[in-house]
């Protein structure tokens, strides 16, 4: 580890499963110096080691994934083969050891391996257990897999994302899994700050599907008490206008919206037509609206001249919401996130230097850090076993020799 | 209740809603703060204020002033969206004069950088944090969530914010500033499409209706298939997952007598997508968008499920309020008094979903005067995206 982060420091966080939704809560925490242990096995890796891209060089390697690396920095690593029973039992110290648990197995893995919560709790009853999936613990499809790309469109976002006459949009990646994980990290902070008060452990029963549904809550809310079904509107919204993205020189995109009359007057003096205010076509958001293609028509005129930055700066400077549609190369030369040091560089022992990815938040004094790099499967077993478990060393060479560690 | 003994002050405007929300989820007492006369009609202030119970004050008039100086003395947190340097409560004046507080602060850019005053909306931080670049199709205009989400990435990390700050503060007695960039927040949206750029130098672009980035030959894999009744969302996966789910097709296929093609010669056992290139793709998915047009969503649903596939429909929102697995897990709740269902508490806690305590409006002074009438008489006014 190579910086320090003290919020959560003393923090015992151990993380069974692996992809995004469990092992991003363990970040999260983990950029606030919780020491986080990421379990996996060397015969089953988190599958964000071998099945996703980017891989470093575009050569396959347990220890060459950017997707794992995103979202596994400042953690410790270790293999336990929890098909053995001394793996299991193994399990259980560790279990002893921690404040929380965070497992994205399918539901009723965990019990079935003998690590389910009551039989944790009996060992450590001020244990924090937060179990994520799909569906959640209970209910007719509990047992159903899935991953979150796929359950986006479950949720209601897909059917929203998109232009009216063309089919559904995907977000990018699994993107219910870290509305899941953001949820999940704020409810096992809540289950550990009530144990560490209290002594009492509790189980967090975290279904994504459930999480995303708070992300459609106004949509939901809306549906319930008019019946109104939305759909999907392209860059539309019902009081803005204009409200969208604007094509700029480059093949780059500025996002922009007027709220108001004095809005719109701002942005007609941007745009050095100040005559566009007083034209009746656009007097008012409901002119506006009636003849929104001929006022797209001279905004793109305008932004087309421009580069995205420039349209945003004069914007911006007149008093108009505006940003442009930041790519992602676009992210790593932002400004507002560069000051923010959104992206940070750390050394991996195979990656070498690469960027990983901040929380969107910090604290002025006690401020997080990407402590330290992902690390390589199973890089910490000595140090996590032997320092932070208390193994002796008989007692650590008789798992290995059982084959615990492979 | 987790957070029972946690009193929160929440005077956020839309951006910051969903923060109190989830913390009063968790058991924290949220007292809302609100200007008299505010409109509190809107659908998205019922979803998101729902739970927290309601002071009308003044911020600018002496005696509300002394009213809300005396609530902070005793909270633990307090939840802003400072708009400027005027805002009546300032977070930088709340942490010299509650020390014990965590005073989060949530901003569009955040409270640093040159760029920690311009203006944004929702499809403006969309667009700052990435999302609008990656969604839509691919020669064609980028696109937000018709729904906003930037307001619920930002709320999220505040949450998170607020209680790593409360758990330290827990050790040393002191509180903090959390400073909340929504900007910086819906970079987590993004997953791990910037690490594309950082390994290889290859930029992530909009894929319209198809998935990108999962095959390093660049093939592209079709997400969205038309059916009876709508869209099924389903993808080609590799690992021991979408082994399953691709024999388990191509049985259900065989069994209804469609037509396999390519699909009859695949081994799955050896089958990678990300080796996948565009031809093979292509010949796979064919058979497959025939299939999946005779379905309706529910069939491929429960279909799905029973064969332990991967995929799901694409659901609207009468389709989510009627699906059995949320009904069985009791997440959507009625408040007392009121007509309308909300979103239940995100999380089952010990077995028990934390009911919802306080309906939308529910007053500070008469937290048990929700009996009676339904408050809704009117639908709520439709919400728009605003701030």
């Known amino acids: 580890m190579t910086a320090v982060a003290q919020a959560l420091a003393g923090l015992k966080v151990l993380e069974f499963g692996g992809y995004a939704a469990g092992p991003h809560i363990g970040k999260v925490l983990a950029n606030f110096g919780a020491s986080t242990i990421h379990m996996e096995s060397r015969e089953r890796p988190d599958g964000f080691r071998i ?28 293999t336990v083969d929890l098909k053995k029973p001394a793996g299991v039992a193994l399990a259980r110290r560790m279990a002893q050891w921690c404040d929380l648990i965070v497992e994205n197995m399918r539901a009723g893995v965990m019990e079935r391996l003998g690590l389910g919560f009551p039989a944790l709790a009996e060992l450590n009853p001020r244990l924090v257990m937060l179990s994520t999936c799909n569906m959640g613990q209970t209910g007719p499809r509990a047992d159903q897999p899935g991953f979150g790309s796929q359950l986006s469109a479950l949720a209601g976002v897909c059917e929203l994302t998109g232009v009216p006459d063309g089919p559904p949009m995907l977000l990018y990646g699994p993107y219910i899994d870290y509305i899941a994980s953001l949820l999940g990290t704020s409810a096992a902070l809540a289950g550990v700050i009530r144990s560490r ?127 442009p549609v930041v790519t992602m190369a676009g992210l ?16 991996h022992a195979e990656m070498g230097d690469h960027a990983y990815c901040y929380p969107g938040f910090d604290l002025a004094e006690a401020p997080g850090d990407i402590v330290g790099p992902a690390p390589c499967v199973g890089a910490d077993n000595d140090f996590v076993f032997r320092d932070l478990i208390g193994l002796t060393q008989a007692e650590y060479d008789a798992y290995r020799q059982q084959g615990v560690f492979d | 209740m987790l957070l029972s003994d946690v009193l929160i002050i929440d005077a956020t405007d ?43 004050l003044d911020l600018q008039a002496p005696s509300d002033r002394a009213r809300i100086e005396d609530l902070l003395r005793g909270a633990d947190i307090c939840l802003l969206t400072p708009s400027d340097s005027s805002a009546p409560l300032d977070p930088h004046a709340l942490r010299s004069n509650y020390p014990r507080l965590v005073v989060v602060a949530i901003r569009p850019f955040g409270g640093v950088g040159p760029r920690s005053a311009w203006r944004a909306s929702d499809i403006e931080l969309m667009a700052a944090g990435g999302a609008m670049a990656l969604a839509g199709e691919p020669d064609g205009i980028p696109v937000r969530v018709s729904e906003p989400q930037s307001y619920g990435w930002a709320g999220a990390q505040a949450a998170i914010g607020a209680l790593v700050a409360l ?3 827990d050790v040393t007695g002191r509180g903090d500033l959390v400073d909340v960039s929504a900007q910086a927040s819906v970079v987590t949206a993004l997953s791990h499409a910037p690490a594309f750029v950082d390994l290889l130098g290859l930029e992530p672009t909009r894929a319209g209706a198809f998935m990108t980035g999962r095959s390093i030959k660049g093939a592209r894999y079709r997400v969205f298939w038309p059916c009876r009744d709508g869209y099924i969302n389903f993808i080609f996966y590799g690992g021991v997952s979408g082994r399953r789910t691709n024999e388990q097709l191509v049985r259900w296929m065989r069994e209804c007598g469609a037509e396999l093609g390519a699909l009859a010669a695949i081994d799955w056992k050896v089958w990678d997508p990300t080796k996948a290139d565009q031809s093979e793709v292509d010949a796979i998915e064919a058979p497959v968008a025939k299939f999946f047009a005779r379905l309706s969503k529910r069939e491929f649903l429960t279909e799905g499920h029973r064969r332990e596939m991967l995929g799901y429909p694409v659901s609207t929102v009468a389709d989510i309020a009627g699906d059995p697995q949320l009904e069985a897990r009791g997440f959507f709740q009625a408040v007392a008094g009121v007509a309308e269902r909300f979103c239940g508490s995100f999380a089952v806690i010990d077995g028990v979903r934390p009911p919802l305590r306080h309906a939308p409006g529910a007053p500070l002074a008469a937290v048990k005067s929700t009996q009676g009438e339904p408050a809704m008489a009117e639908p709520p006014r439709r919400a728009g995206s605003r701030p």
């Open chain 1, 51 to 78: 099945q996703y891209p980017p891989f470093k060089d575009n050569r396959h390697g347990y220890n060459r994934s950017g997707c794992f690396a995103f979202f596994n920095d400042s953690k410790y690593s270790v």
């Open chain 1, 197 to 323: 008060r209290t002594g009492r452990g509790a189980l967090i029963d975290l279904s994504q599907y459930e999480c995303g549904l708070v992300f459609m809550g106004a949509a939901l809310q809306d549906f319930f008490a008019s019946g109104r079904v939305p759909t999907r509107c392209g860059n539309d919204d019902p009081l803005a206008v204009p409200h969208g993205a604007f094509p700029c020189r480059d093949q780059e995109w500025v996002a922009l919206s007027c709220w108001s009359d004095a809005d719109f007057a701002a942005l007609a003096k941007a745009i050095g037509d100040e005559t566009l205010a007083a034209d009746a076509r656009f007097a008012g958001a409901a002119a506006r609206r009636a003849n929104i293609e001929a006022l797209e028509e001279v905004i793109s005129a305008w932004t087309g001249q421009r580069s995205a930055e420039a349209a945003a700066v004069a914007l911006q400077a007149a008093g108009v919401a505006a940003y």
């Open chain 1, 332 to 347: 790593y030369a932002d400004p507002q996130l560069r000051a923010r040091r959104q992206f940070r560089v750390r050394r």
């Open chain 2, 14 to 56: 839309r951006l910051g809603w969903l923060a109190g929300r989830v913390l009063a989820d968790l058991g924290a007492d949220v007292i809302k703060i609100e200007t008299p006369g505010s409109d509190r009609s809107r659908a998205d202030w019922r979803a998101f204020n729902v739970n927290k119970r309601i002071l009308e």
């Open chain 2, 167 to 169: 758990s330290h503060r």
